[in-house]
């Protein structure tokens, strides 16, 4: 059974930074893409970041550019997200995604998807 497990989210001030993780489990995760979504109450879901099983090509919504960085630790199962510079708009759930075509991307079906974890941020 496929989990992912997210962590790191919190209450925090404008311009502080979090870094979010994602364990991934119950398959071989070195061939998927991996990534991350967000979602505010009452809003669509709406993708954050993605990156190809290999780590090479890395994709970015606009809102995020220049703040955000995705990583992954094959070896861990892991995909994380540095979030610095955060302002009050990215206060939303965070959820961890897997795309088994392992090329990921603004628009491809994500297959498995965590429970998300809370990031708050104030202003």
């Known amino acids: 059974q496929v989990q992912l497990v997210e962590s790191g989210g919190g209450l925090v001030q404008a311009g502080d930074s979090l870094r979010l993780s994602c364990a991934a489990s119950?398959?071989?995760?070195?061939?998927?893409?991996m990534g991350w979504f967000r979602q505010v109450l009452g809003k669509e879901r709406e993708f954050v970041a993605a990156i190809d099983w290999s780590g090479t090509n890395r994709y970015y919504a606009d809102f995020v550019k220049g703040r955000f960085t995705i990583s992954r630790d094959n070896a861990k199962n892991t995909v994380y997200l540095q979030m610095n510079s955060l302002k009050p708009e990215d206060t939303a759930v965070y959820y961890c995604?897997?795309?088994?075509?392992?090329?990921?991307?603004?628009?491809?079906?994500?297959?498995?998807w965590g429970q998300g974890t809370q990031v708050t941020v104030s202003s």
């Open positions: 995604v897997v795309d088994t075509s392992g090329f990921g991307g603004k628009r491809v079906l994500y297959e498995y």
């Open positions: 119950g398959r071989t995760f070195s061939s998927d893409a």
